[in-house]
């Protein structure tokens, strides 16, 4: 025998004894397929896990790793915690970042109080830039300010490494709270620290500065963006653009920023196409629309719900009422999921046009289908109602709405025109009875509706004995006049 053909066999011996252990004590396949192999629901990834965790089997670090990541893109932070944890118990060693990763886990699933306490807990050497930063995230993100400001001023006493990341966590915090005059001087703060702005840097300061109403100040930072040899914009920076012209009526700039957008969606982005699709609506390009709708079309040929949807809903809003029917149709011949958000559009555009009877049948076709009116659709009906004047079919729309079971609140407008409309005609048994379909809501009426029903009676020279002590149960403050009113419909 060779000493080549020796070592062949020996090598051949070896691979055969690793495959062999590696069916009985490993998984058969990569256990980010596994656990998402019924289709990655929420429940099928629960019960594909527990029978992962049950069999004892092991899994690699880069199975875990990979599964983690998958499981977060996917949002099911509850089942990645689960495996993070169970991992851990069995020894499985956990770097800084995945400290980190296990950190943003515990936000997500169980709340901020459990991470804060994990990363208490962490040996001092864990504690820097990587593992500080979920939590700086998570803070930003739920517009905590003072902890926020707090945890980033000492992540600065601590010299840590601050990345562009860490800067955008504070940008958004800034931007979502409404602080806009704060973002240009965090952007000069990152220049003076030479912390290289991302992409999402300039967005957000972009965002910031049109807030402020300067256009002049969006374009500086657009050019300088482009002159940013780091830095590329994406088509999120383009529609951000377009969309700070359109509300400032630059049209001619907004369609500019458009076709840019469009070359930056190489890669056939559905929600540019999207994107591209309400802002050319915005600008009232009917051409436009339809032309990007049919290259939408032909990147995605099983094209989904969301995309009809959000075409439907622009052609509605520019009052192409035909080319909405037209494109209802053609989702209604190939859809597999009966949507009612879909159908609402429509119904909402029939309604604004007074088309009453084509919104009532499409109603109830849509019911034959599976789809059942929804909260939106009996609000859609509500509003008609009441701008005819059809305050008890509008009643009938508010207990429809109600009795969907979501969570679904008429607004005081509505509450205060139905409430004025029975005191005017001085119908205390149907104020009565809409106060009723109210406490199906569950939180209580509100003053303003208490109030209503006191007017009411007081315009009907009727007197109550309970509704005193109701006011002082749901502990409603009353206006001066409804206090008056109160007193003089009392009866003991």
């Given at each position: 025998m060779t000493m080549s053909s020796s070592l062949f066999i020996q090598r051949f011996g070896k691979t055969k004894s690793l495959t062999k252990r590696s069916t009985k004590k490993y998984l058969e396949e990569a256990l980010y397929r596994r656990l998402l192999k019924d289709g990655g629901s929420d429940v099928s990834v629960r019960q594909n896990l527990n029978q992962f965790l049950k069999s004892r089997k092991k899994a690699y670090k880069w199975e875990v790793d990979h599964s983690l990541k998958t499981l977060r893109s996917r949002k099911r932070y509850a089942s990645a915690l689960k495996l993070s944890e169970t991992m851990a118990e069995r020894g499985m060693n956990k770097t800084i970042t995945d400290q980190a990763v296990h950190i943003d886990l515990i936000s997500k699933a169980r709340g901020i109080t459990a991470a804060e306490s994990y990363f208490i807990n962490l040996p001092?050497?864990?504690?820097?830039?990587?593992?500080?930063?979920?939590?700086?995230?998570?803070?930003?993100?739920?517009?905590?300010?003072?902890?926020?400001?707090?945890?980033?001023?000492?992540?600065?006493?601590l010299n840590l490494t601050l990345t562009s990341l860490h800067y955008n966590s504070i940008l958004t915090l800034y931007e979502k709270s409404q602080q806009h005059e704060k973002i240009p001087q965090i952007i000069l703060e990152m220049k003076s620290t030479e912390v290289n702005p991302d992409v999402?840097?300039?967005?957000?300061?972009?965002?910031?500065?049109?807030?402020?109403?300067?256009?002049?100040?969006?374009?500086?930072?657009?050019?300088?963006?482009?002159?940013?040899?780091?830095?590329?914009?994406?088509?999120?920076?383009?529609?951000?653009?377009?969309?700070?012209?359109?509300?400032?009526?630059?049209?001619?700039?907004?369609?500019?920023?458009?076709?840019?957008?469009?070359?930056?969606?190489?890669?056939?982005?559905?929600?540019?196409?999207?994107?591209?699709?309400?802002?050319?609506?915005?600008?009232?390009?009917?051409l436009e629309v339809y032309r990007v709708w049919r290259s939408l079309k032909l990147a995605f040929p099983k094209t989904a719900n969301i995309s009809y949807l959000n075409m439907i809903t622009v052609l509605v809003k520019l009052n192409d009422l035909p080319g909405a029917e037209k494109l209802f149709r053609e989702w209604v011949s190939g859809c597999s999921n009966y949507d009612i958000r879909i159908v609402n559009v429509l119904i909402g555009g029939y309604l604004k046009e007074n088309l009453f009877e084509k919104g009532e049948e499409l109603k109830e076709v849509s019911r034959r289908r599976g789809a059942k009116p929804n909260s939106k659709t009996w609000e859609l009906f509500l509003n008609y109602y009441l701008e005819n004047n059809k305050i008890g079919k509008a009643v009938e729309c508010v207990e429809n709405?109600?009795?969907?079971?979501?969570?679904?609140?008429?607004?005081?407008?509505?509450?205060?025109?139905?409430?004025?409309?029975?005191?005017?005609?001085?119908?205390?048994?149907?104020?009565?009875?809409?106060?009723?379909?109210?406490?199906?809501?569950?939180?209580g009426v509100g003053g303003e509706v208490l109030e209503g029903l006191i007017r009411c009676y007081a315009a009907a020279g009727r007197t109550s004995a309970v509704i005193k002590r109701r006011v002082k149960m749901e502990n409603v403050e009353l206006s001066d006049e409804g206090k008056s009113l109160l007193e003089k419909i009392t009866v003991t």
């Open positions: 001092e050497q864990s504690k820097n830039h990587f593992t500080y930063g979920p939590l700086l995230n998570h803070y930003c993100k739920h517009q905590m300010t003072e902890k926020a400001e707090s945890m980033f001023q000492k992540m600065k006493e999402l840097t300039y967005n957000i300061w972009m965002r910031a500065v049109s807030a402020m109403n300067d256009i002049s100040g969006v374009e500086r930072v657009i050019n300088e963006m482009l002159r940013d040899e780091n830095v590329s914009p994406d088509w999120t920076t383009y529609s951000n653009l377009a969309s700070i012209y359109i509300d400032a009526n630059l049209t001619g700039k907004a369609e500019t920023a458009l076709k840019e957008l469009e070359k930056k969606n190489a890669h056939k982005n559905l929600s540019a196409f999207q994107h591209l699709i309400t802002l050319y609506g915005k600008t009232r390009n009917l709405a109600i009795s969907t079971g979501e969570k679904w609140v008429p607004a005081v407008t509505v509450v205060g025109k139905i409430m004025g409309y029975f005191e005017g005609i001085k119908d205390v048994d149907g104020a009565e009875g809409f106060v009723g379909i109210l406490d199906k809501v569950g939180d």
